[in-house]
């Protein structure tokens, strides 16, 4: 027999979103339930947050400047724009007080206001850029654990479960114990995040699978814009161990300096303080301009480029950057030498389907906070306001609510699926064939698309599907800390996201941001500034497109050639 445990609210996830989300809904007085893929506040995007962006009340000019970064350059005008004056508003007024009440220390001026970085743009950081993030989190686990909230780590939600009309609960196999069981909730927040292992060279960790997307896809959830998938340019190409090191573009601390890339024959053809100034996360003209040097022979993505801030007096580096390391390991000084790079696939700006007003998703009963949504790109800050938004509307409509009943036809097959996996023997591919063979698809996609190379995609992820996924075998029956098992539902999951990705890339008929189609080599405005909705129903995809309002800021064009726009 399963057990059934009760809840209030579901949380999934337990970054910034997630563990706002479950402190939100217990302030509420809500029987709040957080499950975590990794640990609490130690895995996912949020422990590798840099730096945030500075908000502060100030005149309009400069709330105009900080908009254009939000909606033109952070996000290609695919921002739900209201939803940005609701998190500007929360992130002068709550955002840092709030961490600060729970410990977190924000460097103060005599007066009493927040002391920046001292750079071209606005920020917090901590000591050594990039640390900024653990801090926070570390915080917010203390404070959900000193609140007695729930919480199971290492535990990976398989499914939602829905009773045909809304969700109801999710299933969820704790593979440190070997222990399946069900929760059963008023309502569910999925905060899964943004960054996902779905190439070759990524920036997540091993337990981000897309488990979130996976998750809404079977469920028939509706998904927006999953084809805006970022990638970082200026991480370290060898050893591949360190492809997560990235080597900032952003403005950086102590200089008033940026770092600079470099083609094969030595020409800087990137500085994000010449080439785009306005753009605090600069990663889209970074990919731009990089893919003209591929186009030209003079880069690969995969090399024959170089990064480095050789530039910049080495004592400022050393002192301000915690990257100095890596070129103190390779036994180089990094006021000299520069470092090779390649592409690395990073966040993803689309997701869930959500109304931003109160991050209710397509099912009732399901909520998105934070970067698994569709209506912003993310960011610690952004997805402490959805943790927020959607605990309070969550927490309110699971109080007001009876019961559900759960399916248990639906949840005799679940159960069936997972254990399905659970099959030991030499014929047939291990788990992580299948996952690899996934990333090699998605690496090999790349940047450059176009609908031949989308419709191979597709074709190679459907062989995924049909002729690896049902014959894999795992080395080991154990129910306790099997590896195999978890890599076996991971690579399951990557193929359903990963053809929503393809499919919505196919329905795109235009470039934008870090999307680039060499068939559609331009941005439309007038027929694609629009969420492109797909999500599959019975084993049928469905697509439709949503406009999206431009009530304070629109594009001056309403075509232009891509490589000739600046966001």
Not at 87 to 116: H, Q, S, T
Not at 189 to 216: C, H, P, V
Not at 280 to 304: C, H, K, S
Request: proline share 4%.
């Amino acid at each position: 027999m399963i057990e059934v445990l009760q809840t209030d609210v579901l949380v999934i996830g337990g970054g910034a979103a997630g563990t706002n989300a479950a402190l939100k809904a217990a302030d509420r007085g809500a029987k709040v339930t957080l499950v975590v893929k990794g640990l609490l506040g130690k895995s996912g995007c949020s422990i590798f947050a840099a730096f945030t962006p500075y908000f502060q009340k100030t005149n309009e000019d400069l709330r105009s400047k900080r908009w254009r970064f939000m909606i033109r350059y952070y996000n290609h005008y695919l921002a739900d724009q209201e939803y940005c004056g609701r998190l500007e508003n929360y992130m002068c007024e709550e955002f840092y007080p709030d961490l600060e009440r729970i410990g977190v220390y924000w460097r103060r001026k005599a007066e009493g206001g927040l002391e920046m970085i001292e750079a071209r743009t606005p920020s917090l950081v901590a000591h050594k850029q990039g640390a900024t993030g653990p801090i926070m989190m570390d915080k917010r686990r203390r404070e959900v654990l000193r609140r007695g909230i729930p919480v199971y780590e290492e535990c990976a939600v398989t499914s939602l479960i829905t009773d045909g009309e809304r969700v109801v609960g999710a299933t969820v196999l704790d593979y440190r114990h070997g222990k399946y069981f069900v929760i059963r909730a008023g309502s569910t927040i999925i905060a899964t995040g943004q960054s996902d292992y779905l190439a070759t060279r990524a920036t997540a960790t091993r337990e981000q699978s897309a488990d979130g997307i996976s998750m809404a896809v079977r469920a028939g959830v509706e998904l927006a814009n999953l084809e805006i998938q970022w990638w970082h340019v200026s991480d370290v190409l060898e050893p591949k161990s360190w492809m997560r090191y990235h080597l900032y573009p952003n403005p950086l601390m102590g200089t008033l300096e940026t770092s600079r890339l470099y083609n094969s024959q030595g020409e800087m053809f990137y500085e994000q303080k010449t080439h785009s100034p306005g753009a605090a996360a600069p990663y889209t003209e970074q990919l731009r301009r990089l893919a003209r040097e591929v186009i030209a022979g003079r880069a690969r993505f995969d090399g024959g480029y170089h990064s480095g801030y050789d530039h910049i007096p080495a004592e400022i580096t050393n002192t301000y950057q915690h990257q100095a390391k890596i070129w103190r390991k390779l036994g180089l000084d990094v006021g000299k030498d520069r470092l090779e790079c390649g592409i690395t696939w990073h966040m993803r700006q689309g997701g869930i389907n959500v109304d931003a007003e109160r991050m209710e998703t397509s099912m009732p009963g399901l909520y998105a906070a934070g970067a698994v949504g569709c209506h912003y790109l993310g960011g610690v800050g952004p997805a402490s306001f959805d943790g927020k938004v959607a605990g309070i509307a969550a927490a309110e409509a699971a109080l007001s609510g009876g019961k559900k009943a759960l399916p248990e036809q639906v949840l005799a097959a679940e159960e069936k699926r997972v254990f399905g996996f659970l099959q030991a023997g030499a014929e047939g591919p291990r788990p992580i064939e299948a996952k690899l063979r996934v990333r090699q698809i998605m690496w090999e996609l790349g940047y450059i698309k176009n609908e031949r190379n989308m419709q191979a995609a597709l074709a190679a992820l459907q062989e995924v599907r049909v002729a690896m996924i049902p014959r894999l075998r795992l080395q080991s029956t154990s129910l306790n800390w099997n590896t195999g098992w978890m890599d076996a539902l991971d690579a399951g999951c990557m193929v359903d996201a990963c053809e929503a990705m393809v499919r919505s890339g196919l329905n795109r008929k235009e470039s934008r941001g870090p999307f680039y189609r060499e068939d559609y080599p331009y941005i439309d405005n007038e027929n694609w500034l629009c969420r492109n909705i797909v999500n599959r129903v019975n084993g049928e995809w469905q697509s439709r497109q949503q406009a999206i309002p431009t009530p304070y800021l629109k594009p001056e064009k309403s075509r232009e050639p891509f490589f000739e726009a600046d966001y």
